[in-house]
């Protein structure tokens, strides 16, 4: 594609085009594109690799990204070290135009612009630094993971922090120094800076607590993950335990026929081979029964149907019962058939899913000799 067929589709659908940057960091469906550019144009887009469609989703194209961010100066990385860099090579400028007054013409122009650098240089951090943190406690699944991108970030804010600390201090000391200079635009931008400063400190302490709060919250979830991981390994070895224990079964069997019926999982081919059969019935003349041998011996295949919970309908039904958590799963009619150890796990799962919408009181309920947190739907 040639530049000016490039430049021509970005300036005709700009308004497309910059909905799409706005929200790249965001799942931007289809149909919210229709207010802005009609199905077959979209096509257009497509076909010249401007956007990108996957199912009903639709991406701007990494390269023009790339383009947009290098040219507005929007970079992910997140480095905060230069402002003192800056502060230092500000300091000596303002050394300089104190003692040699035919400087001032070219190194005031020159401070100017440092402190707005320094000043964006802040800002954005602080913009980049909202949106990974946003990404690492939306897009990352397992927790552990979670919690130690969250700390590294957590470490960043507290960087972010002292460097806006600094140079606030700064510009407190040497404000009088470059008033005297009588520049009113310079006076303008310190003023501003200073302003905008106290937004980005009130940003910098709210932020700062989201995160010790998602910490929390992922720290909570990892050991009930873990404790969730841990029962379900201890009752599936204990599960393939017992039922592979064959000997044990037949030796709970009260044979009061001739013919006796097993019930087993094993794959059919197991079952029917003559091997198998003949171990069987050795293993049958050991046991020690009330009533005679058996002589004969078949296999019933236990096909067990497996009732799955739907845990979204569950939840919604939850919404409205106006009860507590595990008072409504222990009187559902729906689990009546379930023991005190999956309404437990169905508990937990619920509380994993649905955290923020719940409200989890300080208050406990004893159920079956083990305290369960009194939770509500929001409303």
Do not use: W
């Amino acid at each position: 594609m040639k530049i000016e067929k490039l430049f021509s589709n970005l300036s005709y659908h700009k308004d497309f085009i910059f909905y799409l940057f706005e929200h790249r960091d965001k799942t931007v469906l289809i149909d919210e594109c229709e207010k802005f550019i009609s199905y077959t144009k979209l096509e257009v887009l497509e076909n010249f690799e401007i956007v990108e469609k996957v199912d009903d989703k639709i991406f701007l194209d990494q390269r023009v990204i790339g383009f947009l961010e290098n040219y507005l100066n929007i970079d992910e990385n997140i480095e905060v070290s230069i402002i003192y860099e800056k502060i230092e090579a500000l300091k000596h400028k303002i050394d300089i135009i104190v003692e040699y007054k035919q400087k001032q013409n070219s190194f005031i122009p020159q401070i100017r612009r440092e402190i707005k650098k320094c000043d964006f240089i802040l800002t954005q951090n602080l913009f980049k630094l909202r949106i990974h943190i946003d990404r690492v406690y939306k897009n990352i699944d397992q927790f552990s993971l979670k919690i130690k991108e969250l700390r590294f970030y957590e470490q960043k804010l507290k960087e972010l922090t002292l460097a806006l600390n600094e140079f606030d201090s700064f510009l407190t000391l040497y404000h009088q120094r470059l008033s005297l200079f009588y520049n009113s635009e310079l006076n303008s931008i310190i003023v501003s800076a200073k302003q905008n400063h106290q937004e980005i400190n009130r940003s910098l302490i709210s932020l700062t607590q989201d995160v010790c709060e998602y910490i929390n919250k992922a720290m909570s979830k990892n050991i009930f993950i873990e404790k969730i991981t841990k029962l379900k390994e201890l009752k599936d070895s204990l599960s393939i335990k017992e039922d592979t224990n064959l000997l044990h079964m037949i030796d709970k069997f009260n044979i009061l026929q001739n013919q006796i019926t097993i019930k087993t999982r094993l794959d059919d081919d197991i079952v029917r081979d003559e091997q198998f059969y003949t171990i069987l019935e050795k293993s049958s003349l050991n046991i020690k029964a009330k009533t005679k041998k058996a002589s004969k011996i078949t296999f019933h295949e236990d096909k067990q149907e497996h009732n799955f919970v739907d845990v979204y309908s569950l939840h919604l039904n939850f919404k409205f019962s106006n009860q507590n958590l595990i008072e409504f799963l222990l009187s559902n009619n729906d689990l009546k058939d379930k023991s005190f150890e999956e309404i437990m796990q169905l508990y937990c799962k619920l509380i994993l899913l649905y955290e923020q919408e719940y409200t989890i009181e300080d208050s406990s309920l004893q159920v079956q000799q083990t305290q369960f947190k009194k939770i509500y739907y929001k409303g």
